[in-house]
């Protein structure tokens, strides 16, 4: 599952809407909307998020962390390391191979890692 359809699937369950009555509502099948929730698809194109977020009704901050989690959720992602360092590469294969064996913790983790030390680089 995506970060994207995470939140999507937690908006329709609060709201008590089946996956068959919002896939209605967006003029998509249940079928589509399913695979964007489980991450089966790629990232949804902005104007499917922009009919989310009205078919939400969500506003401000809201709206604006769907289409920030909408542009984070492809799930079948390339990373180009060609003219890093070594261990960029070396990184990114570590990931590719290790990452399935991870748990939400150590992922948590990792993440948070990674946004500091990235941050920190920025300067």
Avoid: C
């Avoid at 908006?11 to 991450?39: F, I, P």
């Avoid at 060609?82 to 991870?102: F, H, M, Q, W, Y």
């Amino acid at each position: 599952m995506t970060p994207f359809g995470a939140k999507v699937r937690s908006l329709r369950q609060q709201r008590g809407e089946t996956l068959k009555a919002m896939a209605e509502a967006l003029d998509v099948s249940a079928a589509y909307l399913s695979a964007l929730e489980h991450g089966k698809r790629g990232v949804p194109t902005w104007y499917m998020v922009q009919r989310i977020i009205a078919h939400f009704n969500v506003i401000w901050d809201d709206a604006e962390e769907l289409q920030r989690l909408a542009e984070i959720s492809d799930p079948r992602i390339t990373i180009d390391t060609s003219g890093l360092d070594p261990t960029a590469t070396e990184l990114a294969n570590l990931l590719s191979v290790k990452i399935r064996g991870l748990s939400r913790k150590s992922l948590e983790e990792l993440t948070l890692k990674l946004r500091s030390v990235a941050a920190r680089d920025r300067v």
